[in-house]
């Protein structure tokens, strides 16, 4: 069974930046995808940034030219750096990763921007 987990949440004053990492584990596999979405207090689950093995990016409009995502294909991690973080961006993070036998999600890592 393939676990993800992330890491790298926490507490930071707008316009700061945040790494955000997830680990997939369970599979000797390279995912086919790695993303983020995110979902704010009283909102829905919206997405963030995904990567492809190929290293092949793509960004929501809000996280172009703010947020970088990367992935280790050898280790199955992806990462999602945050920089010039709005109080907007404040949310749950959560990473899925995507295999043949399917797509498997983490529990999520809180990301808070004060004002």
């Known amino acids: 069974q393939v676990q993800v987990v992330e890491s790298g949440g926490g507490l930071v004053p707008a316009g700061g930046s945040l790494r955000l990492s997830c680990s997939a584990s369970?599979?000797?596999?390279?995912?086919?995808?790695m993303g983020w979405w995110r979902q704010a207090p009283g909102k829905q689950r919206e997405p963030v940034a995904s990567?492809?093995?190929?290293?092949?990016?793509l960004y929501q409009n809000f996280a172009e030219g703010r947020f970088t995502i990367s992935r280790d294909n050898a280790k199955n991690k992806a990462y999602l750096q945050m920089n010039r973080l709005e109080p907007d961006d404040t949310a749950v993070y959560y990473c899925y990763v995507t295999l043949p036998s399917g797509t498997s999600w983490g529990q999520g890592t809180q990301v808070t921007v004060s004002t």
């Open positions: 990567i492809r093995l190929a290293n092949y990016p």
């Open positions: 369970g599979t000797s596999l390279s995912a086919q995808t």
